[in-house]
């Protein structure tokens, strides 16, 4: 059974900071992985798909990467912002497109 | 904008009684997710559609639970009889077949007291 685990569970940095958010998998089988945003309340937002044939994919101050054979991908934040503070999400994607989801990471970003 | 709209937001209801979501996908999109989020589980897939077809319940306790997409444009979602351990988010994401991005609806916060 995949199992996601996101570390650290919970981070805290002052503004302008870049900072390194990790998700590992137990199963490599995967067909791709996918970072979210959740807010307070809110649902979830799709930040960054990675295709199980990249190595990574960038999206303005956010990229992130995927080793699929060591089961783990990163979300890089560059020039953290207060705006950015938010739970943070992985998830693998597997067959028929079933998502499993890590715990996530919840982050603050101090001005 | 297209969006993924569920309701209702809040539901607050007694053990016992019957709790029905609704969620309505984006127009035009063949796949229809349920998903539920607790502090201790977090998020976990609960039942997946394609083309209105349930193909995938294998996350859903059979005995309370069921999930129904009557058209395309309406999924539902029944607890009956609700319990207080059924107190969670109740998210619905839809999506395309072969494209693996799914959009989440804001959710339904369920309290059953």
């Known amino acids: 059974k995949q199992e996601v685990t996101q570390i650290p569970a919970a981070l805290s940095v002052p503004e302008g900071e870049n900072l390194v958010l990790n998700c590992s998998f137990t199963d490599s089988a995967i067909y791709n992985l996918q970072w979210f945003r959740q807010d307070p309340g809110k649902g979830l937002t799709s930040l960054l798909l990675?295709?199980?044939?990249?190595r990574e994919q960038t999206s303005g101050r956010l990229n992130a990467s995927l080793d699929k054979s060591s089961g783990r991908s990163t979300l890089y934040i560059a020039a953290s912002q207060p705006g950015d503070s938010a739970t943070y999400l992985c998830a693998v994607i597997q067959g028929a497109q079933k998502l499993v989801f890590g715990q996530g990471t919840r982050l603050t970003i101090n001005p | 904008d297209a969006r993924v709209t569920q309701t209702p937001r809040h539901k607050v209801t007694e053990m016992g009684q019957e709790v029905t979501m609704r969620c309505q996908p984006i127009?035009?999109?063949?796949?229809v997710f349920w998903y539920r989020q607790t502090m201790m589980q977090g998020l976990e897939l609960l039942a997946y559609f394609r083309n209105r077809a349930p193909l995938d319940d294998s996350g859903m306790p059979k005995d309370r639970f069921s999930a129904e997409m009557p058209d395309a444009t309406l999924a539902t979602l029944k607890i009956q009889p609700s319990e207080p351990r059924d107190s969670a988010v109740y998210f619905c994401?839809?999506?395309?077949?072969?494209?693996?991005?799914?959009?989440f609806g804001p959710g339904t916060r369920l309290t059953v007291t």
């Open positions: 990675i295709q199980s044939s990249q």
């Open positions: 994401a839809s999506g395309l077949v072969g494209v693996y991005e799914q959009y």
């Open positions: 127009l035009g999109h063949n796949t």
